[in-house]
């Protein structure tokens, strides 16, 4: 069993979530990829990865998901990507501790990713810009530039262009019902809305905006709809990215924590709070 006690080798970064605050599809790209305009708020809840510097060349990630083999897990296909970049011959052990609920929408798999790319960027002294990382974890998946610049933002084009933004801070109940929503089969489905009107940061912070995938991914998944009805008596309830998870504000930790522990059987969630900066950034040290 790997040591991961702290030491001057090894670093501890949290892998936050995230959420989308509203969600609209203005078209499909020539590649297939749509271009979106979105709000992502960062939560200060998430997975844990720790990054050890090994004395060899390999790379190892330890536990394995029950759910994804290692060779397919963003964190090792970062590490590597990133390896490979900047031609660093040396290894690393990684160690994840994940918590955030795969294929919730939440971001947990790029957020993973993007937090091993700047936390072995530190460890084998790359000093590669944030811009290249982000270029690096982009085709890794369309999430992860986001969570490498480590801003609650503004975001267009697939997710790529983004502008930060101050959002007053809230508490979020974040609720996954018992199914996963694969982001593909909602992005090729023949019933998705494509057609939203680009808006302005202004029309978006005056309310009335929504998740242009939540109708559909409802209407496929009654657990999902069921959810939002639920939810949506406490406190306006939405779809974040393509679900399975829905969320809602609330003005305290206490108010969300007594919503969440009353939740219908069979689904789980979490209280989070809403922040500017990437808990990652805060940890590494990054300004
Ligand atoms: C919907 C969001 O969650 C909003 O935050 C994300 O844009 C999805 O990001 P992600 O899970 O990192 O997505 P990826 O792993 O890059 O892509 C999964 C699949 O979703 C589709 N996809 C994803 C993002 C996007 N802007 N257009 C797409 O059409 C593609 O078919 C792709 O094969
Ligand atoms: N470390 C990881 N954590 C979670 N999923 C991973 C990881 N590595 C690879 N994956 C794969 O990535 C896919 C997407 O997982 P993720 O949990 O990021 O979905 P999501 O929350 O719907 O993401 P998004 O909000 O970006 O659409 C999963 O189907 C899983 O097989």
């Known amino acids: 069993m790997t040591d991961f006690s702290t030491s001057a080798d090894t670093l501890v970064v949290p892998c936050p979530a995230k959420i989308n605050l509203f969600l609209h599809i203005l078209g499909r790209l020539p590649n297939g990829y749509h271009q979106l305009q979105t709000v992502f708020q960062l939560l200060d809840y998430g997975d844990t990865l720790t990054v050890r510097q090994r004395q060899d060349s390999q790379l190892t990630l330890s536990p394995d998901l029950a759910d994804v083999d290692n060779k397919d897990n963003l964190v090792l296909r970062a590490a590597i990507a990133l390896r490979r970049f900047a031609g660093y011959q040396g290894g690393a052990d990684l160690y994840l501790e994940k918590r955030l609920p795969i294929g919730g929408g939440i971001g947990g798999g790029s957020s993973d990713a993007a937090s091993t790319l700047l936390a072995l960027n530190q460890l084998w002294q790359l000093n590669l810009s ?5 270029s690096i974890g982009q085709q890794l998946g369309a999430d992860v530039p986001v969570f490498v610049h480590g801003a609650t933002a503004w975001a267009e084009g697939t997710g790529e262009k983004l502008t930060p933004l101050s959002i007053p801070s809230k508490w979020y109940l974040v609720l996954r019902p018992n199914c996963f929503v694969s982001t593909g089969e909602i992005f090729s489905h023949q ?6 009107a680009p808006i302005k940061i202004a029309a978006f912070l005056e309310g009335g905006t929504g998740n242009s995938c939540q109708p559909l991914v409802r209407k496929l998944y009654p657990e999902v709809d069921k959810a939002l009805i639920w939810l949506d008596k406490f406190s306006p309830a939405m779809l974040t990215g393509t679900g ?3 969320f809602a504000s609330f003005d305290n930790e206490d108010a969300a924590r007594a919503v969440l522990a009353q939740r219908p059987e069979g689904t789980e969630g979490f209280v989070a709070r809403g922040v500017d900066l990437s808990p990652a950034h805060t940890a590494l040290g990054i300004a």
Do not use: K
């Open 130 to 134: 944030l811009d290249t990382l982000a």
């Open 191 to 196: 019933q998705l809305t494509r057609q939203d």
């Open 244 to 246: 399975s998870c829905v």
